[in-house]
């Protein structure tokens, strides 16, 4: 058999042609890429909701109060300063409760003189109501190891239906 380098030379340039266009069409993929940060925290204040220390920033509990009736709630939420120094602090009702519905105060208590001190009341029912540690006189942020209790006095109408609200707290 005779070899025809004619026909050879051009199959290998075919070859090479074709592994030339392969490698280069494998190029043109199109690459996306995510990055993502990681911020390490060291959280300060912690909720103690109904004796247990909370491993959230988010704390919930259910007050419950009959229609036509009043409720008093204490003694089941504390917010702790956990770290050795003093944090000012901004207590804000960001979702408030229907007026029309319900009379809601959250009474707020310091610990840092040895016994429960009422330091501010806030109306849960008018959005942005808020308590600062900076706005007191003189100002006073929450030293570390001590508390802040969270009591909660409510009244609902007669008419009254299932609500929810919000508080928020900033600290520095």
């Known amino acids: 058999m005779k070899t025809n380098y004619k026909k050879t030379l051009k199959f ?6 074709s592994l030339i266009i392969a490698t ?3 190029d043109v993929v199109s690459h996306m890429y995510f990055g993502g940060k990681v911020d390490v925290i060291s959280r300060k204040l912690i909720w103690i909701v109904d004796g247990e220390r909370l491993s959230t920033n988010i704390a919930n509990l ?3 109060v009959e229609a036509g009736g009043s409720a008093t709630i204490t003694g089941k939420v504390y917010l702790k300063n956990e770290d050795n120094n003093a944090h000012n602090l901004t207590i804000t009702v960001t979702k408030a409760v229907d007026p029309e519905q319900f009379d809601l105060y959250v ?3 310091s610990n840092e003189t040895g016994d429960w001190v009422l330091m501010d009341t806030l109306n849960a029912t ?4 808020y308590f600062s540690t900076k706005e007191l006189n ?3 942020p929450l030293d570390g190891g001590f508390f802040y209790k969270l009591d909660f006095r409510i009244t609902a109408t007669t008419d009254a239906e299932d609500a929810t609200f919000e508080l928020r707290v900033d600290y520095e």
């Open 126 to 129: 008018q959005m942005g109501a």
């Open 62 to 64: 259910t007050l419950t």
């Open 138 to 140: 003189p100002p006073n």
């Open 107 to 109: 009474d707020i208590y």
């Open 24 to 26: 280069a069409s494998a």
């Open 12 to 17: 290998v340039t075919l070859l090479v042609s």
